[in-house]
């Protein structure tokens, strides 16, 4: 680990930031604040778009469907996750505790379900009846199939390939035949097609189902792969008690708990079912026997605050910027260039927070109940400026799942060239079959290759040394950031999104754009240092834990050793085989 730099928050230049975002941020809000007015002339071709809103006397922007269906339900969710947690924690208490810890911690189940999945079992299955009537037949097949051929192929060499076809055979099937109809199979079966549930089009949130069905057949197949090289007893031996997400994720799980009935249970675990986030099905079983211990009251209930105070910030900025409906209206010729790349980032800013929310609603759901899992959106929108890092921190679960299942068994960087266009394709595909979406896929691919090279080049030490390598480093990262904005307005933005790129691209944009790209540079200096913050405290700590393990081992050693100071505190860091890792943009200073 390298000696942290010394902060550059007091120092001239950074006063200077200070100011650029004491005078440019308020004035970025309040030009999308004015533009959203219903004085502007353009009010009223969008205004039916808008609702009644409950603050600051304006209406609410509630034009994007996602947003507006969960935000009508959340009450409904709400009163669910509480009877599932308070049913969940009652029967586990009455119960589960009368079953011996033993039992739960070794594989003494021959053919059956473990006893914290009786409940959630029974719930889940009602649950999604209830979401999808009748059409849970069609579940129950196609979950069923994945399962049959887990079972009869796993361990076999190709099986992956034949998992992979299954499973996006059901994708592309489930698309076209938009959930099948009982009509389209026998006349006499008509009928059954107004028992179709709560969520009628249940095949347009399957897409998380089959990940997690791709997760159980693949960790299955590991396990049988191992009973080649390892004794079930070895292998049982490592399941142990985990310590960490990646020993739950990595380590196999005792071969019964591979039963149909976990893995319906897994599959349709109610706080996950609908968004995610995405558990593997080994971090998942290993979790039911070995509760998670970062879990407790006091952090589940400060997530739940952060939670409300994320959904009250959405409802404000639906109050004042209207940037859903004024995008799907899609008439820029009279809004200015600065206020169509305000409401173009705050498109973005809007899917971002919109996305948070429901994946910490369901998050927050799953804490309750003591399971714990991904964090998604680990940081702001904002506070991105690689490519890499962006994607790694924006579904984050979904990104592992990715790493897992699809990078590293096509090969992980030894193929990278090519095997980074064949995981945005398949995340286009999986998110839906359109060519829009294949287009946002294949730039955000292609964007990958002038990082991976620039940080190749730039990043050797006769760069990285010198005094002006922030500068070129945030020259890089201004150009990365208006690249992503890009792809994601092409790939997630509405039909009017061209007729908005080519306004802000035009020659009335340039100086706009020059001018943009100076604060970039400024504010990714920003973004640089906070790095750089982050990294001093972690390597703080390790310096701290690192004394204290030589002090519990040579306590009469310590004060020669003085091990407070900065290169002291290095050395124990460096001789310790247990000291954290750092990637490759913490140890280069965070750029």
């Known amino acids: 680990m390298r000696v942290p730099t010394p902060s550059l928050l007091g120092t001239l230049e950074f006063k200077l930031y200070y100011l650029v975002y004491i005078v440019v941020i308020p004035n970025m809000f309040y030009t999308m604040y004015r533009a959203s007015s219903p004085d502007r002339p353009e009010y009223e071709g969008y205004k039916g778009e808008l609702a009644q809103g409950w603050m600051l006397g304006r209406m609410i922007d509630l034009s994007d469907g996602q947003w ?194 976990n893995y319906w249970t897994y599959l349709l675990y109610p706080p996950l079912y609908l968004t995610g986030p995405i558990v593997t099905f080994n971090n998942f079983m290993s979790q039911m026997r070995y509760p998670s211990p970062t879990i407790s009251a006091k952090t589940t209930i400060i997530y739940g605050v952060r939670l409300l105070a994320s959904t009250f910030l959405m409802e404000l900025v639906l109050h004042t910027v209207h940037c859903v409906a004024i995008s799907k209206w899609g008439h820029w010729e009279t809004f200015s260039v600065y206020e169509i790349s305000m409401f173009g980032y705050m498109r973005l800013t809007f899917i971002w927070l919109k996305l948070l929310i429901i994946w910490r609603f369901a998050r927050f759901w799953a804490m309750a109940d003591g399971v714990e899992t991904v964090e998604n959106m680990r940081r702001c929108m904002s506070n991105n400026y690689s490519l890499q890092q962006f994607w790694r921190d924006w579904h984050c679960s979904y990104n592992k799942w990715l790493v897992r299942y699809v990078y590293i068994p096509l090969g992980g960087r030894k193929t990278s060239s ?145 091990p407070s100071a900065p290169s002291s505190g290095v050395e124990h860091v460096r001789s310790s085989p247990e000291s954290p890792t750092l990637t490759k943009r913490q140890r280069s200073g965070g750029a």
Not at 547 to 562: I, L
């Open 68 to 261: 507006d269906t969960f935000r009508s339900h959340l009450p409904a969710f709400a009163g669910l996750m509480l009877l599932y947690v308070v049913l969940n924690r009652l029967f586990r208490l009455v119960v589960v505790q009368r079953v011996s810890r033993d039992f739960l911690r070794m594989p003494t189940l021959k053919r059956g379900l473990l006893p914290t999945l009786w409940f959630p079992l029974l719930f889940a299955t009602a649950f999604v009846v209830g979401l999808s009537g009748v059409s849970t037949v069609f579940i129950l097949a196609i979950t069923f199939g994945n399962y049959m051929l887990a079972k009869r192929l796993g361990g076999w060499r190709w099986a992956p390939a034949v998992f992979w076809a299954y499973n996006m055979a059901v994708l592309f099937a489930n698309e076209y035949y938009k959930g099948y109809e009982f009509a389209h199979m026998a006349a006499s079966l008509v009928w059954l097609d107004e028992w179709r549930g709560v969520l009628r089009r249940w095949d347009i949130t399957f897409n998380i189902t089959m990940l997690r069905m791709m997760s159980f057949a693949m960790d299955y197949h590991w396990r049988v792969r191992q009973e080649n090289e390892l004794s079930v007893q070895q292998i049982d031996a490592l399941v142990g008690d985990p310590k960490t997400e990646k020993d739950r994720v990595e380590n196999s799980c005792f071969a019964q708990d591979y039963c149909f009935a």
């Open 418 to 562: 090519w095997n980074t266009f064949v995981v945005f394709t398949f995340v286009a595909l999986w998110h839906d079959l359109t060519m829009r979406l294949l287009q946002w896929a294949w730039i955000i691919a292609l964007l990958f290759l002038p990082e991976g090279l620039a940080t190749w080049y730039f990043g050797k030490p006769r760069w990285s040394r010198k005094p002006y390598f922030r500068l070129i480093c945030s020259l890089g990262g201004g150009l990365n950031i208006i690249a992503m904005m890009i792809a994601n307005l092409v790939g997630f933005g509405d039909e009017g999104v061209e007729k908005m790129l080519s306004k802000i691209f035009s020659r009335e944009g340039f100086v706009f754009l020059a001018i943009s790209y100076v604060l970039l540079n400024a504010h990714l200096q920003v973004m640089f240092e906070m790095r750089e913050h982050e990294y001093r405290k972690e390597y703080a700590a390790a310096a701290s834990g690192q004394q204290w393990e030589m002090e519990s081992r040579q306590p009469a050693q310590v004060d020669a050793a003085s």
